[in-house]
């Protein structure tokens, strides 16, 4: 419904029309151009509708599994994914690193691609974010989920793709697809967390025991160590956060250290989920 809702948008007499938005009792998100009960009017930058590029494009280097530079210099990093990391400085290489990066040679080296930029043109580093399709119209940022080569890592306000990316984790989660059946991803226990923490993309499993709200962002405690946070701005694209009160959750992202505490900020819905009791 997404889909069809804003390839309508895009024609000509619906630019300027008002769009609800209304949650079913499982929690799914609505759109449309018509009132319904308990609907609110939304601002149309939400949906992230962008028009489609049709230029063409020949990868010069593919510098990572979701980093790629095109021939004309700019450096693109794709959207609404993370891959894990290469070897690169002093780090070393996370696993499956390396395996995503083999992965999208492979899928580039013979075609072009086209660019679908999201709400935000570039990132802090000054790479462009869009959504790369080849020639074939195949989706590669989609792709690279499918495969499990990727996790989503969907940052509001750029919500281009979100379900079909999130439909694909599911189903690649499920199947134990790359990341998702080996040992290093697996999900660890918030109560187990120390003050070394843990590098890079972190699953982390527990009981959230306490909700704070600062105005700013919404804390999820789950230890006196580690809490997950929300950032206010983006409620209303989570289910209500009270539901996870006393829930087993499971987060995943980047943990961030502040006064021995470490706190991991919850960006979209696909990077929280409650686990059966």
């Known amino acids: 419904m997404r889909i069809l809702w804003i390839l309508l948008l895009s024609l000509s007499g619906w630019a300027h029309a008002e769009i609800y938005q209304w949650q079913d009792a499982d929690g799914r998100k609505h759109f449309s151009d018509r009132p319904v009960a308990d609907a609110k009017v939304i601002d149309e930058k939400i949906l992230d509708i962008k028009p489609a590029g049709h230029e063409f494009f020949r990868v010069k280097t593919v510098y990572d599994g979701d980093t790629v530079v095109l021939e004309d210099g ?92 999130v439909q694909a984790q599911e189903k690649a989660e499920r199947a134990k697809l790359g990341i998702w059946g080996r040992p290093e991803y697996a999900t660890m226990p918030a109560a187990g967390l120390t003050e070394a923490g843990h590098p890079g993309w972190t699953r982390l499993v527990g009981k959230v025991v306490d909700i704070r709200n600062t105005g700013k962002s919404v804390y999820l405690k789950f230890s006196d160590m580690f809490d997950a946070r929300i950032q206010s701005q983006w409620l209303d694209l989570f289910p209500d956060v009270n539901d996870y009160l006393g829930k087993n959750v499971e987060v995943r992202g980047w943990l961030n250290k502040n006064k021995g505490h470490w706190t991991m900020l919850i960006r979209h819905p696909s990077s929280i989920k409650r686990l059966s009791e």
């Open 74 to 165: 700019r450096r693109i990093r794709l959207l609404g994914i993370n891959t894990p990391e290469i070897r690169h400085r002093d780090k070393p290489a996370d696993a499956g690193g390396y395996e995503a990066k083999r992965w999208l040679v492979d899928k580039l080296q013979d075609t072009k691609v086209r660019l679908e930029a999201g709400a935000e043109k570039t990132d802090d580093y000054g790479r462009m974010l869009a959504h790369l399709f080849t020639e074939n119209k195949e989706h590669i940022n989609l792709q690279l989920v499918a495969a499990g080569l990727a996790s989503v890592s969907i940052f509001p306000p750029n919500l281009l793709y979100e379900s079909e990316l």
